[in-house]
């Protein structure tokens, strides 16, 4: 009785401290500086001829997400509403790319288990994930980055919950494009 309720009291007082820490949603690192360039990258994908790199898509919004790994539940849900909204993204000239540490095989077999038709980086070394902020020892943290068609970073979400995030993406590029 005393060990569950010590452990219950150590996790309390853990989680209070980690939501009194400034930033502490970002602890894959220093976060880029908004209305600067975002850091440029180049990495394998499992689409068209193999890398894409973030130049590739200057003059679209960018909807730049990070994710832990496939196959996870958070990660397919997070997919799964981005898919789900893919076509609102295309009207609103933005295109999604989601960043992981798993390898391009890996993003083509969950690209063809969810039906995922945005590319997804293969980040094995972590180099993009970290120079985002958004890596955590072996793997890519759930955060989002806004880019514009100037490769300006606009915005950036931590602390994402898959359920909702993909509209709360559309809402503030509905706001920043206006």
């Excluded at 960018?62 to 832990?68: G, I, R, S």
């Excluded at 993003?107 to 969810?114: Q, R, Y």
């Excluded at 514009?148 to 509209?167: A, N």
Aim: proline share 6%.
């Amino acid at each position: 009785m005393f060990r569950r309720h010590f452990l219950t009291l150590s996790l309390t007082l853990c989680l209070a401290l980690f939501c009194l820490i400034p930033n502490a949603e970002a602890l894959g690192g220093k976060q880029p500086s908004l209305n600067e360039p975002a850091p440029e990258f180049t990495l394998p994908t499992n689409t068209g001829d193999g890398k894409i790199s973030l130049s590739d898509y200057q003059g679209k919004w960018v909807v730049l997400y990070f994710y832990p790994e496939d196959f996870t539940s958070g990660c397919t849900l997070e997919a799964k509403r981005f898919q789900q909204d893919l076509s609102k993204y295309q009207a609103r000239n933005a295109q999604i790319i989601g960043v992981s540490a798993d390898d391009v095989q890996s993003h083509e077999a969950f690209c063809d288990a969810t039906g995922v038709e945005f590319p997804l980086l293969a980040d094995t070394d972590g180099s993009v994930s970290k120079a985002y902020g958004s890596w955590l020892g072996i793997r890519s943290l759930r955060h989002t980055y806004l880019i514009d068609p100037d490769g300006m970073l606009r915005e950036i979400f931590l602390g994402v919950k898959p359920p909702i995030h993909s509209r709360q993406v559309l809402a503030r590029l509905d706001e920043l494009q206006q």
